[in-house]
């Protein structure tokens, strides 16, 4: 029928006829018949009224039940974690690694409850191959109202995850998070620097409301003091699910960032390298335990910095139960504590070069001032009763020495008079010893970028007061003047000290992160190096102290050290941490190139003995490999 009714009429125009007038053209037009516009409007409004009726149907017939559906349907809002930002060494060598993750997460709000919940908890336990109690132990403590994801067993391996994903479907509230998990390269070469990562706890959460219950934080180390830096900003998931917690429709509202990465100024080929070297010396000498600083003495630039025992912070990469945890902290070979850094030792004889700059600083002596050791003792009466004597002894008897062979050859007796002073020598005191120890950086914080740092103890009379309700003797000084009795050192500041002896009198703040950068490597934060006291005293007095010290290397305690293929000055240490003198931890602290210094290092070894025996062998491994792949020659 249609057909029929457009059926068109076949007329022929000539060409001729295009310019027809209008009126002519008019005739030659050929309109639609009736019938067909009519059947088209019927067409339109059985449309219509088919829409009408939908509409109807929907929301005036069964109004109420879509309504009460669409009521049920609620939409989530999911945090998805970002991935920490990554930490390089010196040489843009990675440090830590962000690798995929699997963990087993539950929705406490999608919880069955009744007697449904009883028969989910046999479920799962016999999917993971666990006692129901252990399942239901867990349930109880969960918040049942909340829709926030939680771990549910973190002892379950990534292998055992993927074999039970398949059955996941016939389990409700249970599904498997994909994310990334912290791992550290050669972990236990560098963990005391660059710390761990943990679980969030509860009472964290009160006071960091930007974390989630599944989150990890910095707990030591660089993954805590830059954890604002490293951590990130979540993304955001919108999920539409319906009343049976099926998933409608999942939308992406913003995407995770990753933290921004840090570059730090250790070098991880030297970090291994006296790692390795001081493990070997304390199973050599069976000592307890070592620690290590080297730096960069023109900037404070930390280039390496061990304490042993160490651990492996890879173990805290997961969420490591309390079980396991205790098991790793009661092994007596495991050590969080960081000894460079926060460990505090007698500093033995390493102090000495400071007592002598400050001697010569206050005009106690010259440079060429000689003091009689040939007895290899002093013997001082009691101020009280003169029948009572008090002797200080020396390692030996030196005879007559000056400054530069004191400290080159460790000189008790020289030092115990400059410091205490003894007949016609005024000495230091206690006061001034303390002034130019402070002046060099010991006893107060340094400021190193990383927690745990400990300020040590320079004592004076008001300290021993009030800590011992004893007096102030001569005696103590003579004791402090050696590195003994109550002073106390950290690695980190000796060699922080040392450095300052090399570089004519800048004490640089230490610092192991050079830069932030964001996740395009553009740089976002670069620290310069920061001065914490200039021009402590006379350069030519500090060069005296650097003659000295050049002699221990050629004459004297360090003499192991002459062959080297640079020159090298130092000061070797032996600081007694007992009573019976039969316990000792070897020290030894020093620069080099002699000449123009660019490193500085201090090595403790504990109960290790001499320092010239246990640990200057351990500096010579470290100048020799430092300088050959510096210059890559031996002169």
């Not at 068109?8 to 295009?18: F, G, L, N, W």
Request: glycine share 8%.
């Amino acid at each position: 029928m249609f057909r029929k009714i457009f059926k068109k009429r076949r007329v022929e125009i000539d060409p001729e006829e295009i310019l027809l007038d209008k009126e002519t053209a008019a005739k030659l037009e050929i309109p639609i018949k009736k019938e067909g516009i009519f059947i088209l409007f019927v067409i339109a409004i059985m449309i219509l009224i088919l829409f009408l009726t939908r509409a109807f149907w929907l929301q005036i017939w069964q109004g109420d039940y879509y309504a009460m559906k669409a009521s049920k349907n609620s939409v989530r809002f999911y945090y998805s974690p970002a991935p920490r930002g990554i930490i390089y060494d010196r040489n843009g060598e990675i440090l830590t690694i962000n690798e995929p993750n699997f963990t087993l997460m539950t929705i406490p709000a999608d919880l069955p409850e009744g007697d449904a919940l009883n028969l989910w908890i046999k479920k799962v336990a016999k999917l993971l191959k666990k006692n129901e109690s252990e399942i239901s132990d867990f349930i109880s403590g969960l918040n049942k109202s909340s829709t926030q994801p939680v771990s549910f067993d973190p002892s379950l391996n990534q292998a055992f995850l993927v074999e039970i994903e398949a059955n996941l479907p016939e389990v409700s509230a249970l599904f498997i998070n994909k994310e990334t998990r912290r791992q550290y390269k050669d972990g236990i070469y560098f963990s005391q620097f660059l710390g761990y990562t943990g679980k969030i706890s509860s009472e964290e959460l009160k006071n960091n409301t930007n974390y989630l219950l599944t989150d990890f934080i910095g707990r030591s180390g660089i993954e805590a003091e830059y954890e604002e830096d490293l951590r990130g900003q979540l993304g955001k998931i919108a999920i539409l699910v319906d009343s049976d917690n099926k998933i409608l429709n999942t939308v992406t509202v913003k995407e995770s960032q990753s933290g921004n990465n840090l570059v730090i100024s250790v070098d991880s080929g030297l970090q291994k390298l006296l790692t390795d070297v001081l493990k070997n010396k304390i199973t050599e000498t069976n000592s307890s335990g070592a620690a290590a600083v080297i730096l960069d003495a023109r900037s404070g630039e930390i280039l390496a910095l061990v304490s042993l025992p160490s651990f492996d912070n890879n173990i805290f990469t997961t969420n490591l139960s309390n079980k396991d945890y205790q098991s790793v902290v009661k092994n007596q070979n495991w050590s969080e504590f960081n000894r460079a850094i926060g460990g505090v030792y007698p500093s033995g004889s390493t102090i000495k070069p400071f007592i002598a700059a400050a001697a010569l600083e206050e005009n106690i002596i010259s440079p060429e001032t000689k003091i009689d050791d040939t007895l290899g003792y002093i013997q001082i009466p009691n101020q009280y009763n003169p029948d009572i004597i008090y002797t200080y002894r020396d390692w030996k008897a030196h005879g007559w020495v000056d400054l530069r062979k004191a400290i080159a050859w460790s000189a008790n007796v020289y030092f115990y008079e400059i410091g205490g002073g003894y007949k016609n020598i005024q000495g230091l005191g206690i006061d001034r010893i303390k002034k130019y120890l402070n002046l060099f950086g010991f006893g107060s914080l340094l400021g190193i970028d990383l927690p745990g740092e400990s300020e040590g103890l320079t004592p004076d009379p008001a300290w021993k007061k009030t800590n011992k309700n004893e007096d102030w003797y001569t005696g103590d000084t003579y004791n402090v003047s050696i590195g003994q009795g109550d002073v106390l050192v950290t690695p980190l500041q000796m060699a922080t000290a040392i450095a300052a002896i090399a570089n004519d009198g800048t004490l640089w703040q230490p610092k192991i992160v050079s830069k932030i950068t964001d996740s395009d490597g553009k740089t976002v934060k670069e620290f310069k190096p920061k001065i914490i006291r200039d021009n402590i005293m006379d350069k030519n007095n500090l060069q005296i102290v650097r003659e000295g010290m050049r002699g221990a290397v050629t004459e004297g305690s360090a003499y192991f050290l002459k062959d080297l293929p640079v020159k090298v000055a130092g000061k070797t240490g032996t600081a007694q941490v007992t009573n019976t003198f039969k316990k000792t931890n070897a020290w030894f602290a020093g620069f080099a190139p002699y000449d123009n210094p660019d490193i500085a290092l201090a090595i403790v070894i504990e109960g290790a003995g001499e320092g010239s025996t246990a640990a200057v062998p351990v500096a010579k491994e470290i100048f020799q490999w430092y300088y050959n792949k510096e210059y890559n020659v031996i002169e």
